[in-house]
């Protein structure tokens, strides 16, 4: 085998395909894993998901290694090494603003697998079942001692009145909502490969999205998928195939990390 490297692969879209109720992995990308572990190279998850809602998918998809939290939560064999909460002032001054505008809003205070809200117009508004929503009347976020994620429920693109919005990263993934969460992919891979002693050049990153953005940088090598968005596979190294037509695979064929 060649250098060891380290592979890390987004979810939607890029490793799981199809609607999310019947999510599937193609078999030609179970094999191109397999193959790459069996060579010796490092293989993680990278997701913009918190830890808590992204553990299961992990563990189905036979990783011990995951960057989520949007590059803010480590894990390394199994073991969740560390989990870095969003600017807590910045996000006291973003739900404060909401307030004041009548923005609904809610928050994720720590590593569960829900999020709070100060009442029910949250859940009414978006009728989201990503994950449940908690009312806690009188809910305030001073206290609690960190903040994992800001939900903010408006229609695009209402969120240009949150002056305060423009100081934290966000991503709108949902027409009724938008997440404030960590945003920067790049930073939970330089810690994992840092813990490792290794070199960044040895990185591979495949993703499809606009939440991939971030780990698709000059300093490794970047797979966009033929399903990707434009604009990620004008930053791309290569880009393969859709990730249903075997594009993990055949990017791996082509750089010969695989036979």
């Not at 930053?235 to 791996?252: H, N």
């Amino acid at each position: 085998m060649g250098k060891r490297k380290f592979f890390f692969f987004d979810i939607d879209g890029t490793l799981a395909v199809g609607t999310p109720g019947d999510q599937y992995v193609p078999e030609s990308t179970k094999l191109a894993l397999r193959k790459l572990e069996e060579q010796g190279h490092f293989l993680a998850i990278a997701t913009g998901r918190s830890y808590a809602m992204a553990k299961n998918h992990m563990e189905e998809l036979g990783f011990k290694n995951m960057v989520s939290d949007g590059g803010n939560g480590i894990t390394i064999d199994s073991k969740l090494l560390e989990i870095k909460p969003l600017d807590y002032d910045k996000c006291l001054r973003l739900i404060d603003e909401c307030k004041e505008k009548g923005f609904i809003w809610a928050i994720s205070p720590d590593n569960a697998t829900r999020r709070l809200a100060p009442d029910e117009r949250f859940y009414d508004f978006t009728h989201d079942i990503y994950m449940d929503t908690v009312v806690k009347e009188g809910l305030d976020p001073r206290d609690y001692d960190e903040i994992y994620k800001v939900y903010i429920a408006c229609y695009s693109p209402e969120e240009d009145q949150l002056e305060s919005l423009k100081e934290l990263p966000w991503c709108r993934f949902h027409k009724e909502f938008l997440f404030v969460e960590p945003g920067d992919k790049s930073i939970g891979i330089k810690a994992i490969v840092d813990h490792f002693g290794g070199d960044y050049k040895d990185v591979v990153v495949f993703g499809d999205e606009k939440n991939d953005l971030s780990m698709f940088t000059g300093e490794w090598t970047s797979i966009a998928m033929g399903n990707a968005i434009d604009e990620l596979k004008a930053k791309a190294t290569y880009v393969t195939d859709d990730a249903d037509k075997d594009g993990i695979y055949k990017a791996c064929q082509y750089y010969g990390w695989i036979d």
